[in-house]
């Protein structure tokens, strides 16, 4: 049986196949927001196996091998490297019809070269294979940046972060843009008692600023902003299950909350969260426009769900899902909120919940700005939606509602510096689209049209938009 992932994979047609290998697949790619550990690419440290590489922090195999009932022991416990790639072995042929099943073989294809389906018969053969190939320089993290023809990588980075190892890449000789993105999700969770008092006492302590009120806060910020700028940041990011609804709550009485709490008064912490939560985001997004950054807002998770699992194994080990929650109003009410001051910068949108593709699709048009192609952009599928159906409804969606020749195209949004394999999935996949439209009539049969337009979405698109 001949294997599946050849040289046209995905591509239906001998136009997809011509949009493809001309225009899409020779393309730098501009991973703009990832998360990738600075101190692994800056050390260049290489990996001493693929279970390290390829499966810790991966919460998508974890859940996979949950569904299985393979037991944790073998997921995130203490089985040896070897035991645990042969689980994760064990379970891949479960995964056909998943995208976990076309990932898992085009990163062994590219870059190991290797053609074979991993399944429990193979698993120990290709442990070793693999695990030599990581010791040669090639397939060193920046080697790996390299042969992925990367160009620039954003990394997602705590307003606290020395970012050390950003400011040691940008003296080194290693041409992949490591930049760094300011996250400061912690800062909104004033409900969280002593742990928000901790937080708020080291970022007074990375700022040197005494935080005791709202305006050294944002003072201690505005340092925190010019220092990540100083290490080349352009792009913040904001992961949070909706935009905090303003209120009517005076802001006199936000900042007597925030005193209190910062006191150890935690009685109106709940009642003060949104409120807050919105003033200071607001602050800081005019503080990145005055900066000429760009801001992402990840919107629609679900986390940790399972609250015994999360007391053993803690946060982010693939206990989340999909939200419900309402969106729209808040969302709208933020970005009028900064177009009203002027202080709206550009500013991409990106929605975990496939209900809410057209409302996203349709608010970035409320916004755009004269002078800058997609201001506003509506991001590519993100998490549970970067895969073929998910990718394809979005694009679809902003197709209909928007422009998406400005669209700026995929992002990995992983751990895992393999993980480039999904910009060849989103590429072939917007070059099949493409070409079936044009086999169908609907957009002209013209391949310099059609392909002048993939190119600006896999790259030149993001090179103008993040000014690199």
């Known amino acids: 049986m001949a294997y599946f992932l ?11 196949e ?53 037991p944790e022991h073998y997921i995130t416990g203490k089985a040896n490297d070897r035991k645990k790639f042969k ?103 004033i409900h969280q008692g002593d742990n928000f008092r901790a937080y708020v006492k080291q970022l007074g302590a990375a700022s040197n600023v005494d935080i005791k009120d709202i305006e050294s ?32 709550m005076p802001l006199h009485k936000i900042e007597a909350i925030f005193k209190a709490v910062l006191k150890g008064d935690d009685s109106q912490g709940n009642e003060g969260r949104e409120p807050f939560s919105f003033f200071v985001l607001a602050e800081l997004c005019k503080m990145y426009c005055e900066k000429g950054w760009a801001q992402q807002f990840h919107l629609g998770a679900l986390r940790n769900t399972n ?3 999360l007391s053993l194994l803690g946060a982010d080990t693939g206990y989340d899902s999909m939200g419900d929650f309402p969106q729209a109003e808040t969302l709208a009410h933020l970005l009028n909120h900064l177009e009203e001051s002027g202080k709206l910068t550009r500013t991409i949108l990106y929605n975990l919940n496939p209900a809410d593709n057209a ?20 991001g590519s599928g993100w998490w549970f939606l970067d895969q073929w ?3 394809t409804q979005q694009i679809n969606t902003l197709s209909n509602m928007g422009l998406i020749s400005v669209f700026i195209g995929m992002l990995t949004d992983s751990r895992s510096l393999l ?44 090179k103008n938009y993040f000014k690199l």
Not at 229 to 240: M, Q, R, T, V, W
């Open 6 to 16: 050849t040289e046209n994979f995905l591509l239906e047609t001998a136009l997809a």
């Open 18 to 70: 011509k949009l493809y290998h001309d225009y899409a697949r020779h393309q730098p790619v501009i991973d703009y927001h990832s998360h990738l550990v600075p101190e692994v690419i800056s050390s260049n440290r290489k990996f001493k196996n693929m279970t390290e590489i390829w499966l810790q922090g991966d919460h998508y195999k974890w859940r996979a091998m949950r569904t299985l009932g393979i």
């Open 87 to 189: 689980k994760w072995a064990e379970t891949v042929p479960y995964t056909l019809r998943n995208p976990l099943f076309h990932w898992t073989h085009m990163e062994l294809k590219n870059p190991f070269g290797l053609e074979e389906l991993l399944q429990s018969e193979n698993a120990d053969r290709v442990y070793d294979f693999t695990s030599k190939k990581l010791q040669e320089d090639e397939f060193s993290p920046q080697g790996l940046l390299t042969h992925f023809n990367v160009s620039m990588a954003g990394t997602t980075d705590d307003p606290i972060d020395s970012l050390e190892h950003h400011l040691a890449l940008q003296k080194s000789a290693f041409k992949t843009k490591i930049l760094p993105s300011f996250r400061p999700d912690k800062i909104f969770n």
């Open 217 to 248: 806060l944002l003072a201690a910020y505005r340092v925190r902003i010019d220092f990540f700028e100083k290490a080349g940041c352009i792009i913040s990011d904001h992961g949070l299950s909706a935009v905090p609804h303003q209120g009517n």
């Open 307 to 309: 609250t015994h699992k």
């Open 359 to 378: 409302m996203f699709a349709t608010i970035i048009g409320n916004f755009q700005g004269e002078g800058v192609r997609g201001k506003i952009q509506y």
């Open 389 to 391: 159906d998910g990718m």
């Open 419 to 462: 993980s480039y394999s999904r910009h060849e999935y989103f590429r072939r996949l917007i070059c099949n689209l493409f070409a079936n439209d044009m086999e169908r009539g609907y957009i002209p049969n013209d391949l310099n049209m059609a392909g002048s337009v993939i190119a600006d979405i896999c790259c030149n698109n993001a």
